[in-house]
């Protein structure tokens, strides 16, 4: 493994886009002892930046919780550099290859290299080239990290797909979701698979519908013309929301190894029958009631008259023996009335129900904010009455995990692709089944232009939801 004392690791960061996520991740592996002790950074970007505006560029969007850490800054900063070079130049690369070769300096051992892309699509291909015809390593280790868009649709990405595989082989490419390194979606697998109870009524029998919702406060705020090319759907629902789906229905895996865990995620978006306009309802929002948040369409790099939509719903069916007849309904949008993103199982019925009023069994695993599972279940009334009433089972992490700081999902991934463990990174085959899933019926919206329907910034979403997902089997609760 690469994280070892013994060897000169390094990373090249690739592109201006990672001072956001990257640098304060790897910062916050190096606060936490977990780079190796040789380990550098080499940015590598167009902008001609000189190393101390580099280096303030990435204190910037550090963020520190105590005094302690930011006296471990300057220790950080010692392991970055940074080289400017075009992407298409392989000159230009070369230049970024002394400088990773002055880096890795006369450290013995093996060279263990990994390339962070964080590019817009547009020089995904030539940079991935750029990289592996001139920086990469012979005799050691290399591994690509790409962060999505991968492609459009199926075409778009398995084009993408081919252009990589020419330079780089699947073994060595990790394509990141961001959300396989949130902590409640890595916590999905533990629940299910080492608990008896939850294991036991995992299955159409007992579960009567799935809501997975993403739900975000701010809307495109300047990123208008990126968001526009690609909408909500290929924004979060085709990767983020998917991807939790799939934990939630695949099968238990042979082991937890990487291909064992991927194999049974491709088996479970192969058995999703690709959405179609009667499956889905969208959305796209207009400025809020006090005027103060713009509308989509007021955003300037929004095109005029865009129908992109900004909210989606989606009913999806697993055709198999576990989930046949089980909705699961994704929800995802921008500018609504707060930030959450949870996993919500509402179970079945109680059979031959002798109490006057009763409510399904809930199972929520809340991803953020406030990481938390709780449960949803009828207890007595406590006191002299005899009636049902609903209460919760509820372990919120900063109660019960008080000591623990969640790391930022960048972090547990990049951890993760220094080990060289890919179970939390999207294989070739599992893009493609995704893709599949969603093409015709992006395809359709976009040769139709369906108009999305209005909603107001800061409001729960279009005025249909709710009838959306009771027609899709979810009841609410009068008391919840
Ligand atoms: C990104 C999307 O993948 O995820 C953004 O492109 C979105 O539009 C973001 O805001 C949400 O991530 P998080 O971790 O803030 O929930």
């Not at 304060?24 to 940015?43: C, E, M, S, T, W």
């Not at 520190?64 to 130049?89: I, M």
Request: glycine share 6%.
């Amino acid at each position: 493994s690469p994280v070892s004392p013994h060897s000169a690791d390094s990373c090249c960061i690739v592109g201006d886009l990672a001072f956001k996520k990257t640098y304060p991740a790897l910062f916050g592996l190096f606060r936490n002892g977990f780079l190796p002790k040789n380990f550098q950074i080499v940015g590598y970007a167009r902008s001609h930046l000189d190393l101390d505006e580099f280096k303030r560029r990435i204190s910037s969007r550090i963020k520190f919780h105590n005094e302690k850490e930011r006296e471990l800054l300057p220790a950080f900063l010692d392991k970055c550099t940074y080289v400017s070079g075009q992407y298409d130049q392989p000159e230009s690369y070369q230049k970024l290859r002394t400088a990773v070769e002055h880096v890795e300096g006369i450290v013995a051992g093996k060279r263990h290299r990994i390339f962070y892309m964080a590019l817009p699509p547009s020089v995904f291909a030539v940079a991935s080239k750029g990289l592996k015809e001139n920086v990469y390593i012979a005799d050691g280790t290399n591994r690509l990290i790409v962060e999505k868009p991968f492609g459009k649709d199926t075409q778009s990405s398995k084009e993408l797909s081919i252009l990589l595989a020419k330079f780089w082989h699947e073994d060595e490419i990790y394509r990141i979701d961001h959300y396989l390194g949130k902590e409640m979606v890595k916590n999905l697998m533990v629940l299910r698979f080492a608990n008896v109870f939850f294991g036991a009524v995992w299955n159409r029998f007992y579960i009567h519908n799935v809501q997975i919702t993403f739900k975000e406060p701010i809307g495109t705020e300047g990123r208008g013309g990126y968001f526009d090319e690609f909408g909500i759907i290929r924004d979060i629902m085709q990767n983020h929301l998917l991807q939790i789906l799939t934990i939630v229905a695949m099968e238990k895996p042979v082991t937890l190894d990487a291909e064992d865990v991927r194999n049974e995620k491709v088996k479970v978006l192969r058995a999703i029958q690709p959405l179609t306009l009667d499956d889905v309802m969208l959305g796209q929002y207009t400025k809020s009631a006090d005027g103060k948040e713009p509308g989509y369409l007021d955003d300037p790099t929004v095109p005029k008259g865009s129908v992109t939509p900004t909210f989606a719903a989606a009913v999806f069916y697993v055709n198999n023996e576990r989930w046949d007849g089980v909705p699961f309904i994704l929800k995802c949008g921008k500018a609504l009335n707060e930030q959450k993103t949870e996993v919500r199982i509402q179970f079945q019925d109680v059979a031959g129900n002798i109490y006057k009023d009763i409510a399904r069994n809930e199972l929520v695993i809340r991803v953020q904010p406030q990481e938390a599972v709780y449960m949803k279940f009828m207890n007595k009334q406590p006191g002299l009455s005899n009636a049902a009433t609903i209460s919760e089972l509820d372990m919120t992490y900063h109660k019960r995990y008080s000591d623990v700081k969640i790391p930022d999902a960048y972090e547990s991934l990049i951890l993760d692709a220094l080990k060289g463990d890919k179970s939390n990174f999207v294989r070739d085959d599992e893009l493609d089944a995704a893709w599949k899933i969603f093409t015709p019926l992006l395809h359709q919206i976009e040769s139709s232009k369906v108009k999305p329907e209005p909603y107001t910034f800061g409001t729960r979403g279009p005025a249909s939801l709710s009838a959306f997902v009771e027609k899709h089997g979810y009841t609410r609760h009068s008391n919840y």
